[in-house]
């Protein structure tokens, strides 16, 4: 995110879990672990740069949804899920391997 600048960053602990909260300009939010591997980027509005992206997921998305752009991102201890402009959230494998429409 070469373009934004550092609004705030914060440590956060929460149930003995430590992470790091990054505030960019853009309404961007990067969410990093323990390790300062970066586990959650969250651009609300505006599309993720493809380079944040793995490939995966990114082939995914202009197959089946050519008309939209992800939004969010994240990683979980057993899954990616990514968060469509339209509001549609797609889980897959680590591997990036499709999972599912997640419902919520």
Same mark, same amino acid.
């Given at each position: 995110?070469?373009?934004?600048?550092?609004?705030?960053?914060?440590?956060?602990?929460?149930?003995?879990?430590?992470?790091?909260? +990054?505030?960019?300009?853009?309404?961007?939010?990067?969410?990093?672990?323990?390790?300062?591997?970066?586990?959650?980027?969250?651009?609300?509005?505006?599309?993720?740069?493809?380079? +944040?992206?793995?490939?995966?997921?990114?082939?995914? +998305?202009?197959?089946?949804?050519?008309?939209?752009?992800?939004?969010?991102?994240?990683?979980?201890?057993?899954?990616?899920?990514?968060?469509?402009?339209?509001?549609?959230?797609?889980?897959?494998?680590?591997?990036?391997?499709?999972?599912? +429409?997640?419902?919520?």
């Amino acid at each position: 995110f070469p373009n934004n600048s550092i609004l705030k960053a914060e440590k956060e602990i929460e149930n003995n879990i430590v992470t790091f909260e +990054v505030e960019l300009s853009g309404d961007i939010d990067l969410e990093f672990n323990s390790n300062c591997k970066i586990i959650d980027i969250d651009a609300e509005k505006s599309a993720l740069p493809n380079s +944040v992206i793995p490939q995966d997921l990114l082939n995914y +998305v202009s197959l089946n949804y050519p008309n939209n752009f992800i939004t969010d991102w994240e990683l979980e201890l057993n899954h990616q899920e990514i968060e469509l402009n339209n509001g549609i959230n797609l889980e897959f494998q680590k591997d990036g391997i499709f999972i599912r +429409v997640d419902p919520d």
